[in-house]
């Protein structure tokens, strides 16, 4: 026991080394506070708002590119497939939706929804070999008939998930990278993400942006694009940039131990963290109930950047 206490003596001193602000007590008036009873978004109300958003706006499309009456089965289908686009399905589940949804199509329904539908079912079931006809008559479905971005982004990126677990046989990569990138961007600008939805589209450009962009200039040539369109919400705009910067500056510093950083490294880093952190805060400040800019701002706090004065309510 006597020597844990030592090492964590050690490591307690090493540490206001390497960051002197952590030893410094927070002003009384800047203490983390609870966010107020009206603002908390717990998990599960998390998950009816979601759900309810997809049910909504796959309803919405239908009507919009079909017939004025709108066939009982698609529709309830649709809505009940909201959970599954809401990634909130267990297996039996989406099991059940792809046996409605095969009916359907066996019956003659080309329904690029029902189509995109019935892909996602077969990919999240393992059948990705199956769902590559299905998805691809539904991504060129989707592109000629004037569908929205996000959903043609929904689609596409499945189908650019299949063929990594089975390659095509010919090079569609640079057509296919095409179209999930321009419809990802395409989405952005969506009146649809607003009201809190902005969640959700940031949740679904950082899945792309951290795990399936790997070159660092594909990176930037995404956020370049998304900082082109005017038209993009403020709390996306700081949150994106933001996390950019914050993979900027690890990019800058490398991933060897401290005393393996060259001198511009580490200054690279430093900056890009102090970059981050005004947009993240600026991000905070627009929707302090929205916990995704205080859960970045930890990171960067880690890292040593930003005043200790800084508004503490986000952390």
């Not at 930037?220 to 919400?233: F, M, P, R, T």
Request: hydrophobic share 40%.
């Amino acid at each position: 026991m006597r020597i844990v206490g030592i090492l964590v003596s050690i490591l307690t001193a090493v540490a206001l080394l390497v960051c002197p602000s952590c030893g410094q007590t927070p002003e009384p008036d800047k203490t983390s506070q609870p966010l107020p009873a009206h603002s908390r978004l717990t998990d599960e109300a998390c998950k009816v708002k979601r759900q309810k958003f997809f049910a909504d706006w796959l309803l919405s499309i239908r009507k919009k590119h079909s017939n004025p009456v709108i066939d009982n089965e698609i529709e309830k289908l649709l809505v009940d497939s909201a959970v599954f686009r809401a990634r909130l399905l267990t297996n039996k589940e989406r099991q059940n939706l792809l046996e409605r949804s095969q009916r359907l199509l066996d019956q003659g329904c080309r329904d690029p929804l029902i189509l995109s539908l019935h892909g996602g079912l077969l990919h999240r079931l393992e059948r990705g070999k199956e769902a590559k006809p299905i998805l691809t008559e539904a991504v060129s479905l989707l592109e000629t008939g004037g569908y929205p971005d996000f959903m043609r982004y929904l689609t596409a990126s499945t189908l650019h998930s299949v063929y990594q677990r089975f390659p095509p046989e010919e090079d569609i990569w640079p057509q296919l990278n095409e179209q999930v990138r321009s419809a990802l961007l395409g989405a952005a600008s969506d009146p649809i993400f607003s009201n809190g939805n902005q969640r959700l589209y940031y949740e679904i450009f950082h899945d792309y942006y951290w795990f399936k962009l790997k070159q660092p200039a594909e990176k930037d040539s995404l956020i370049e694009a998304l900082n082109g369109i005017e038209s993009v919400d403020p709390w996306l705009r700081h949150l994106i940039n933001g996390e950019h910067h914050y993979a900027l500056g690890w990019r800058a510093r490398g991933k060897g131990w401290a005393q393996s950083i060259k001198k511009g490294g580490m200054d690279g880093f430093r900056e890009e963290m102090a970059l981050a952190r005004i947009e993240l805060v600026k991000a905070y400040v627009l929707h302090p109930e929205f916990p995704e800019a205080a859960a970045r701002m930890i990171q960067v706090r880690m890292a040593s950047v930003g005043p200790i004065s800084e508004p503490r309510g986000c952390l």
